[in-house]
């Protein structure tokens, strides 16, 4: 199957790519499952509880970039076998017997989502890596373009009212997060590895000051192994794809916190232009 049309509506549901009207997509609909947990989708309406959103990725064109790209909007989406895959030989090439452990206290700091342990013959834990999973998170709700698959085993329209919460996943949740634990991390001199989409970063790129994420820097403690959603002609579905790691350090994932670089700082005439506009509205 050739790549399916990509426009504001969502590119993913309990897995199923949306190409039109397909049986295995109504059957997945009526099924509420996701082969990513291997079971019923854990994402719930907040209506209705019985019933499962099952949006794995949308549909969207942000500022940054010129076409429609399919934006993972479910953290169970990373939870393909190539993600651990490649973290194993990015970070882990010489251990055998990786056991991952899901949920683990940080203490105030909150839980990191995976950590992969390393045991001696006695079983005794004598290495580990943390690993976080940051998916992005939309403005309004795609789930109109679900209920109109439901009934209609189609979209009915090309744009439905979502948008794309870049800052609050990205510049706001994930780096708090980065500051944090990463803080611990670099306290115990190791590493924690944040997962997440490559637009993710040219978000970032675009909005934050950038000057301290690097190409990959074994030494520095913080890593965003970065995957890319590409279509797979020969399965007939979206895939990850790894593409690249980036490392900062706490004085990076500050500037991050900061915003912007300050060469790019509005000044006051033009924050008093956007207030006068704002009136005019």
């Known amino acids: 199957m050739k790549e399916p049309l990509i426009e504001k509506f969502p590119t993913e549901v309990f897995g199923c790519p949306y190409a039109g009207q397909n049986k295995e997509l109504q059957s997945c609909l009526k099924r509420q499952y996701c082969k990513f947990i291997n079971g019923t989708c854990n994402k719930p309406r907040k209506s209705k509880s019985d019933i499962k959103v099952g949006i794995c990725s949308v549909g969207y064109k942000p500022d940054f970039m010129n076409k429609f790209t ?11 076998e190539i993600v651990f895959k490649t973290i194993k030989k990015k970070y882990l090439p010489k251990w055998k017997n ?4 899901p949920e683990v206290s940080l203490g105030k700091s ?23 999973i940051q998916a992005s998170g939309t403005t309004g709700s795609p789930f109109d373009a679900v209920k109109d698959l439901k009934k209609t085993k189609k979209y009915t329209k090309q744009s439905y009212g979502y948008g794309i919460n870049w800052a609050n996943e990205f510049s706001k949740t994930m ?29 970032l790129k675009n909005a934050t000051d950038t000057k301290r994420l690097f190409s990959r820097k074994p030494k520095l403690p913080i890593d965003f192994c970065t995957f890319s959603l590409k279509w797979n002609k020969n399965k007939s ?5 790894f593409s690249k790691i980036y490392s900062t350090d706490i004085k990076g994932i500050n500037s991050m ?17 956007n207030i006068i506009r704002r009136q005019k509205r």
């Open 70 to 80: 399919p934006v993972i909007i479910c953290p169970q989406r990373f939870k393909e």
């Open 257 to 273: 916190l900061s915003g912007t670089e300050k060469s790019t700082y509005p000044t006051e005439d033009q924050f008093i232009s």
């Open 175 to 203: 780096m708090q997060q980065a500051y944090k634990k990463g803080n611990i991390i670099y306290n115990w001199k190791r590493k924690i590895v944040f997962v997440i989409q490559d637009i993710a970063i040219d978000y």
């Open 237 to 241: 579905q979206w895939s990850l794809k």
């Open 98 to 101: 990786i056991e991952w452990i």
């Open 110 to 132: 909150g839980k990191v989502d995976y950590v992969a342990i390393k045991k001696n013959r006695k079983g005794e834990i004598i290495d580990f890596l943390c690993v976080e």
